[in-house]
């Protein structure tokens, strides 16, 4: 993304434009660790459960299990999925702090390691190259196959990162994160059996097999979230809800509502199953978080009233991302023109997408802009590609 400044206080032009030139990536690298890591936390797992079966550890240290399997994984939803990828609701220092612990005993990487790939997930979803962990790969690619390489992400100089590197919770995580994930996710557990006499059980359980969980459960968005289920707001991707995966996720099971990615829910009724949304709304409640955001309830509406008519009659006659580009009837612009149009009017935000001028002003700091604008427009937003058709003012063509 380029930005050229002018005289004006905060006039700028963004260019969001894809670059075209991208060649295509070779074969990644094997990601040796991270694999080796992975696989022998299953064997050890497996050989923890045979010498010590469910039925001969302490009752407290499967219940420690579970605790460690949803506490990890609301680290995971709530801090790093809904706060820190997709900033959708602000949180106290403490808050941050205990998500970002939570979230390093998921084993699923840095926050900001984390967040970067599911940006890049949402705003290409379903590329087999840009998306780290495209369904289009192939089930077993998109669940796990993905995390033994170790590719070069060529866009990923277009996501954005500064309110990451900004964090400083963000950054000490980063920087200690696998001291901070041996100690959450491997330590505590026998420390916590040794209260009840069973430190190993504890580690077998609430160490070892609840990190299968997380990492299972969690990759079931990956996977299972993009090849079955339902669609009742896009289908412009493989994402899909589920009941199955919402419990064993804490709600992040309706993925296709992954259309509005801003949203603190998972899902616009509150009666979905979304136990991330209510803590979330119970931190609220404390005033220990602030700023929730929600998709339009018109936008919602519109993008289920779509899918509804499309379920029912098979085709639209009009669909708000069918019309042709080449029907544009207003102005073209060259770069000229449009610097003469910036310079007489001070404090306004212009955006070059796609080949077409956008006057963004009046949508800056809202959430529907934010949200289009994640670092560049998110490919799955039929939405929000409506919202950027209404704002455009002029074609751009260089040197017209
Ligand atoms: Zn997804
Ligand atoms: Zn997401």
Same mark, same amino acid.
Request: net charge neutral.
């Given at each position: ?47 923890? @459960? ?80 840009? $998306? ?54 491997? *330590? ?13 059980? &504890? ?35 493989? &994402? ?18 992954? *259309? ?39 936008? @919602? ?49 212009? @955006?070059?997408?796609?080949?077409? @001028?956008?006057?963004?002003? &009046?949508?800056?700091? $809202? ?15 039929? *939405? ?17």
């Amino acid at each position: 993304m380029g930005e050229r400044n002018s005289p004006g206080p905060i006039v700028s032009i963004h260019l969001l434009q894809m670059p075209r030139d991208s060649s295509e990536p070779g074969t990644p690298q094997i990601w040796w660790s991270n694999g080796i890591f992975f696989l022998l936390t299953h064997l050890a797992a497996f050989v923890g @459960v045979y010498y010590y079966p469910a039925w001969q550890v302490k009752r407290a240290s499967l219940v420690l299990a579970f605790l460690a399997w949803q506490l990890a994984d609301f680290g995971i939803t709530v801090g790093y999925h809904r706060l820190y990828s997709h900033k959708a609701f602000k949180a106290a220092p403490g808050v941050r702090v205990a998500l970002a612990l939570l979230g390093s005993a998921g084993f699923q990487g840095s926050i900001k390691w984390w967040c970067l790939r599911h940006r890049l997930h949402h705003r290409y979803t379903d590329d087999p190259v840009h $998306d780290p962990y495209a369904a289009t790969n192939g089930l077993f690619y998109s669940h796990m196959g993905w995390i033994f390489y170790k590719p070069t992400y060529e866009r990923m100089k277009l996501i954005e990162r500064d309110d990451l590197d900004r964090d400083p919770v963000v950054r000490f995580q980063h920087e200690y994160y696998v001291p901070i994930a041996l100690t959450v996710g491997f *330590a505590f557990p026998p420390i916590f059996g040794c209260l009840w006499g069973d430190p190993i059980g &504890s580690f077998v359980w609430a160490g070892l097999v609840s990190r299968l969980f997380i990492w299972h459960c969690t990759f079931l968005v990956n996977s299972l979230a993009h090849w079955d289920g339902l669609q009742p707001y896009s289908d412009e991707d493989t &994402s899909r809800g589920n009941l199955i995966l919402a419990l064993l996720t804490g709600g992040e099971g309706n993925h296709n509502f992954h *259309a509005f990615p801003h949203d603190f829910r998972s899902g616009p009724a509150f009666f979905d199953w979304d136990p991330s949304k209510w803590i979330i709304i119970a931190l609220h409640r404390l005033g220990l978080v602030y700023g929730l955001r929600r998709a339009k309830q018109e936008d @919602v509406s519109d993008a289920a009233r779509y899918m509804h008519e499309k379920h029912q009659y098979g085709t639209l006659s009009e669909s708000p991302t069918d019309e042709s580009e080449d029907d544009w009837q207003g102005e073209i612009w060259d770069m000229d023109r449009l610097e003469k149009y910036q310079q007489g009017k001070p404090g306004k935000c212009i @955006v070059l997408l796609d080949e077409f @001028v956008l006057d963004v002003t &009046s949508y800056l700091g $809202d959430h529907t802009f934010n949200w289009a604008f994640h670092g560049g427009l998110n490919k799955h937003s039929r *939405a929000a590609n409506k919202t950027m058709r209404k704002l455009r003012i002029a074609r751009f063509r260089e040197g017209h």
